[in-house]
Each structure stands twice: as C-alpha cells, then as structure tokens.
C-alpha cells in the first residue's frame, strides 16, 4: 500500500491523504490531494507531467514540481539547483511521514486488507497533526 498526502507548507500538517494499492503510480492520487486554494504546488518529478492536471483542479497554483535534470546525458546545473530549493520546502512532507513511521509505528502495514490499513494510516495522521502542532495548540490554552 501506498499513502500519499497533502501538507501544507507554513504550517506543515496534513491537510488531506488517501490510500492506495502498491501498484498504482503517485501521478493518480493528486486531483484527491489538491483543495483547489493552494497557492503553490510542490511535488517530486512523478508530478511533473501533471501541470494541467494541477491547473484544472487549483487555478490559482503555481506550479513548482521537481523537473528533470538530465537530458541526453547532460546534466542541467541551474535546473538542478531550483529542484534543490523546491526540496526544501518538500521535506514537510518528510516530516509527517517520519512522525507516523517512528512515534506511531506504521513502518510496516499490520493488517490484511487496504481499508482496515487505511483506518490505521488516518488515525495515524490524525495524531502526527496534533504532535506537530503541539506548540501551537498549547500556546493558545495558556492565559
């Protein structure tokens, strides 16, 4: 099984997730992924066939998709360097997936079946959303 969420980059919490089969490409979840008010699309080289895809769903994103480097064996250093920049912002997505994997132990799906997996993935996020934005959440408590 695959999950495949969305996060937003200020604050870096999950904003939507769906489940799929392992065999399916990360290019077909997106349309479920996108909210229509992002401002600005990031994502790794899978998604860079998809800026009509990103533009149909959110008008008002701009894309910055990951694109390829090499062509004909040449690499691109300036292309290279704006992937690099993009990544840095892309590396929020990291971060939720390293707090399910290591806090909430979804390294390695335990049941049989995509929807009990899915239920277990989503409480998962769930409880990653509400670590990560601890801070802010008990700022807020505090008279």
Do not use: C
């Not at 390829?68 to 997936?97: C, H, L, M, P």
């Not at 994997?101 to 049989?112: A, D, E, I, Q, S």
């Not at 009990?116 to 700022?139: D, E, H, P, Q």
């Amino acid at each position: 099984m695959k999950l495949h969420i969305g996060v937003d980059s200020q604050s870096g919490l999950a904003h939507s997730a769906m489940v799929t089969a392992a065999n399916v490409h990360d290019k077909h979840p997106l349309p479920d992924l996108l909210h229509g008010n992002e401002q600005r699309v990031y994502g790794d080289s899978a998604y860079a066939s998809q800026k009509d895809l990103i533009a149909s769903k959110a008008p008002s994103a701009k894309d910055f998709t990951n694109q390829r480097t090499r062509y004909a064996g040449i690499v691109d250093e300036a292309v290279r360097a704006k992937n690099r920049n993009k990544s840095r912002i892309r590396s929020r997505v990291e971060q939720v997936f390293g707090v399910v994997k290591r806090l909430w132990g979804f390294g390695k799906v335990r049941y049989r079946g995509l929807q009990k997996n899915a239920t277990w993935a989503f409480t998962a996020l769930a409880l990653a959303n509400i670590y990560l934005g601890r801070k802010r959440l008990m700022a807020q408590v505090r008279p």
